[in-house]
């Protein structure tokens, strides 16, 4: 027979009993030392069976008393108490040691409603110690309480096996540190957790072993979250060295998408009547309201890998950093300000400085790219180009953005040693530098214009084929340029009646060399122009 539950040698029990109706007339003094409870898991079947399981059986099919229980207890007390959970179907242990527990005094009688239970429970989790404290007032209308929990380095990657439902990742390492307070009350309805909650050495693996993420800490700052009302406050939100794996292939897509999908539910689409009010008018979709005063992200990594979208299996690696501030979803929020910076190693960096405001949907940024590297993106341009591409890119754009429309203003591109280069037989374009300098564009407008265009050093070998072909065209991949998406044909269709307009204020040309062979006439013919300006 398992021993379910035993107590040390000096375990006592104090006070006078007598039940009524399962009332006790007297308080009840409980102290226990030492007590010890074990409790093992086995699946029979698709259910599962505890070593207590008979116990339970008995007590619900015991009929339920026609009136409340009533009690009082005073100074019940728990020293050096110990659990042992063995899931013998998934040969799983957790224990929890160094048991203690105080409670002063509990009451469900009406007249010890209001009065304030305070309980303390404190003990180790597989080395790991849990702290909670309550005020609470269990057994009055509003139910009015105050938890306590504090945890240090407690192992969540243990735990993992315990969910009640399985996830669609491997938890391989996870710290949980925690200071937090939870008020709840029933009337009227709150919930609201305050407090820090922290992570520390967290790696996460699909369930095929391949790596998603890792990040050496996560700390945040809770002013207030109200869990009823699905809205709150967070002061500061900070991930030291974060490290993302994105992979896509043909066969999974992309690793982070099929992993939100996994899990999701089909369900009937809304349809457009249904999503309106019984006017008939579209109703404004009001955000929960949230608060972010803070949030950063220092020495981040992504790894990047394709073979889906490029020609050929590639993999690149970022570095990125990011800050957020005084983030609202209040309609009369500031914008909230964002500066993130990413780094192709030397393949040159951008940098983002943005205003964004969630509620009025708009965004106000500044892009700048400096020395980006085309070549080590061949691959993708593989998809429309058959010619190989070189050079780098330095860019300098202010835009705005809203639903429906968008700008751009006082913008410049700057491309420098730029090479194409296909087939031999197909000719050549060369360029040392272009500048487009003044670049503003108005979606709403349809107008796209430019203050100055300068190309140095253009480099061109011009060549029509035999059959009167112009050959740079075969640098176009199949179908590249031919086929629209429906959106695209759509976005046609609906602007036809007001084609883009476009505006260039100077052309500059220096240092040009262009080469032309037409082999289409007979007897074929060939230029050669030098020093054109």
Same mark, same amino acid.
């Given at each position: 027979?398992?021993?379910?539950?035993?107590?040390?040698?000096?375990?006592?029990?104090?006070?006078?009993?007598?039940?009524?109706?399962?009332? =006790?007339? /007297?308080?009840?003094?409980?102290?226990?030392?030492?007590?010890?409870?074990?409790?093992?898991?086995?699946?029979? $079947?698709?259910?599962?069976?505890?070593?207590?399981?008979?116990?339970?059986?008995? =007590?619900?099919?015991?009929?339920?008393?026609?009136?409340?229980?009533?009690?009082?207890? /005073?100074?019940?007390?728990?020293?050096?108490?110990?659990?042992?959970?063995? &899931?013998?179907?998934?040969?799983?242990?957790?224990?929890?040691?160094?048991?203690?527990?105080?409670?002063?005094?509990? @009451? *469900?009688?009406?007249?010890?409603?209001?009065?304030?239970?305070?309980?303390?429970? %404190?003990?180790?989790?597989?080395?790991?110690?849990?702290?909670? /404290?309550?005020?609470?007032?269990?057994?009055?209308?509003?139910?009015?309480?105050?938890?306590?929990?504090?945890?240090?380095?407690?192992?969540?990657?243990?735990?993992?096996?315990?969910?009640?439902?399985?996830?669609?990742?491997?938890?391989?390492?996870?710290?949980?540190? *925690?200071?937090? @307070?939870?008020?709840?009350?029933?009337?009227?309805?709150?919930?609201?957790?305050?407090?820090?909650?922290?992570?520390?050495?967290? /790696?996460?693996? @699909?369930?095929?072993?391949?790596?998603?993420?890792?990040?050496?800490?996560?700390?945040?700052?809770?002013? +207030?979250?109200?869990?009823?009302?699905?809205?709150?406050?967070?002061?500061?939100?900070?991930?030291?060295?974060? #490290?993302?794996?994105?992979?896509? &292939?043909?066969?999974?897509?992309?690793?982070?998408?099929?992993?939100? +999908?996994?899990?999701?539910?089909? @369900?009937?689409? #809304?349809?457009?009547?249904?999503?309106?009010?019984?006017?008939?008018?579209?109703?404004?979709?009001?955000?929960?309201?949230?608060?972010?005063?803070?949030?950063? !992200?220092?020495?981040?990594?992504?790894?990047?890998?394709?073979?889906?979208?490029?020609?050929?299996? !590639?993999?690149?690696?970022?570095?990125?950093?990011?800050?957020?501030?005084?983030? %609202?979803?209040?309609?009369?929020?500031?914008?909230?300000?964002?500066?993130? +910076?990413?780094?192709?190693?030397?393949?040159?960096?951008?940098?983002?400085?943005?205003?964004?405001?969630?509620?009025?949907?708009?965004?106000?940024?500044?892009?700048? =790219?400096?020395?980006?590297?085309?070549?080590?993106?061949?691959?993708?341009?593989?998809?429309?180009?058959?010619?190989?591409?070189?050079?780098?890119?330095?860019?300098?754009?202010?835009?705005?953005?809203?639903?429906?429309?968008?700008?751009?203003?006082?913008?410049?591109?700057?491309?420098?040693?730029?090479?194409?280069? $296909?087939?031999?037989?197909?000719?050549?374009?060369?360029?040392?530098?272009?500048?487009?300098?003044?670049?503003?564009?108005?979606?709403?407008?349809?107008?796209?214009?430019?203050?100055?265009?300068?190309?140095?050093?253009?480099?061109?070998?011009?060549?029509?084929?035999?059959?009167?072909?112009? =050959?740079?065209?075969?640098?176009?991949?199949? $179908?590249?340029?031919? %086929?629209? +998406?429906?959106?695209?044909?759509?976005?046609?269709?609906?602007?036809?009646?007001?084609?883009?307009?476009?505006?260039?204020?100077?052309?500059?040309?220096?240092?040009?060399?262009?080469?032309?062979?037409?082999?289409?006439?007979?007897? *074929?013919?060939?230029?050669?122009?030098?020093?054109?300006?």
């Amino acid at each position: 027979v398992d021993t379910v539950v035993s107590f040390g040698t000096n375990g006592l029990m104090n006070g006078q009993l007598s039940l009524h109706r399962f009332h =006790l007339a /007297h308080p009840l003094f409980l102290e226990l030392d030492q007590p010890q409870l074990r409790i093992t898991r086995e699946l029979q $079947g698709t259910h599962s069976r505890y070593n207590f399981s008979d116990i339970l059986d008995k =007590l619900a099919a015991t009929p339920a008393s026609p009136e409340p229980a009533r009690f009082a207890l /005073h100074d019940i007390l728990i020293h050096n108490g110990a659990i042992r959970y063995e &899931d013998r179907s998934a040969a799983q242990t957790a224990v929890i040691d160094t048991l203690e527990l105080g409670l002063p005094f509990i @009451s *469900s009688f009406p007249h010890d409603a209001e009065t304030h239970v305070e309980p303390a429970l %404190s003990f180790m989790l597989n080395g790991a110690p849990v702290r909670f /404290h309550a005020n609470s007032k269990p057994f009055s209308s509003s139910m009015e309480s105050r938890l306590d929990l504090g945890i240090q380095t407690l192992d969540l990657a243990k735990l993992q096996k315990y969910l009640p439902l399985a996830l669609p990742v491997r938890l391989q390492s996870a710290k949980l540190d *925690s200071s937090l @307070s939870l008020v709840f009350r029933k009337q009227p309805a709150q919930a609201v957790l305050e407090g820090s909650v922290a992570l520390q050495q967290v /790696h996460l693996q @699909s369930l095929e072993g391949d790596e998603l993420l890792r990040f050496g800490g996560l700390k945040a700052e809770l002013a +207030s979250v109200d869990l009823h009302g699905l809205q709150g406050h967070v002061k500061n939100l900070q991930i030291d060295q974060p #490290e993302i794996w994105l992979t896509a &292939d043909k066969e999974h897509g992309w690793n982070w998408l099929s992993l939100l +999908s996994s899990d999701k539910k089909t @369900s009937a689409p #809304e349809s457009a009547a249904d999503s309106r009010g019984k006017n008939g008018v579209q109703p404004e979709k009001v955000l929960p309201l949230w608060k972010l005063d803070k949030a950063s !992200v220092h020495k981040g990594s992504l790894h990047l890998t394709d073979s889906l979208m490029a020609s050929r299996k !590639v993999t690149r690696d970022f570095q990125w950093d990011l800050s957020l501030n005084a983030l %609202s979803t209040a309609k009369d929020a500031v914008p909230a300000a964002l500066q993130l +910076s990413l780094n192709d190693a030397d393949q040159g960096s951008l940098k983002l400085d943005a205003q964004i405001q969630l509620v009025a949907q708009q965004l106000n940024a500044h892009l700048q =790219l400096s020395d980006w590297q085309i070549s080590p993106y061949q691959p993708w341009l593989d998809q429309v180009l058959r010619a190989k591409l070189s050079g780098a890119v330095d860019a300098s754009v202010q835009a705005e953005w809203q639903p429906q429309k968008w700008s751009v203003q006082q913008s410049e591109l700057h491309l420098h040693d730029i090479q194409v280069q $296909g087939a031999v037989s197909d000719g050549s374009f060369g360029l040392t530098s272009l500048d487009l300098n003044g670049i503003s564009a108005d979606s709403e407008q349809r107008q796209l214009k430019a203050e100055a265009l300068a190309l140095d050093g253009l480099r061109t070998d011009i060549r029509r084929g035999t059959d009167g072909t112009w =050959l740079a065209s075969r640098w176009l991949a199949a $179908g590249a340029g031919t %086929s629209q +998406s429906s959106g695209a044909i759509a976005a046609q269709n609906a602007s036809s009646a007001k084609p883009w307009q476009l505006q260039l204020g100077q052309l500059s040309l220096a240092q040009a060399a262009v080469s032309f062979t037409d082999q289409s006439v007979r007897p *074929s013919f060939k230029a050669q122009f030098d020093q054109l300006s």
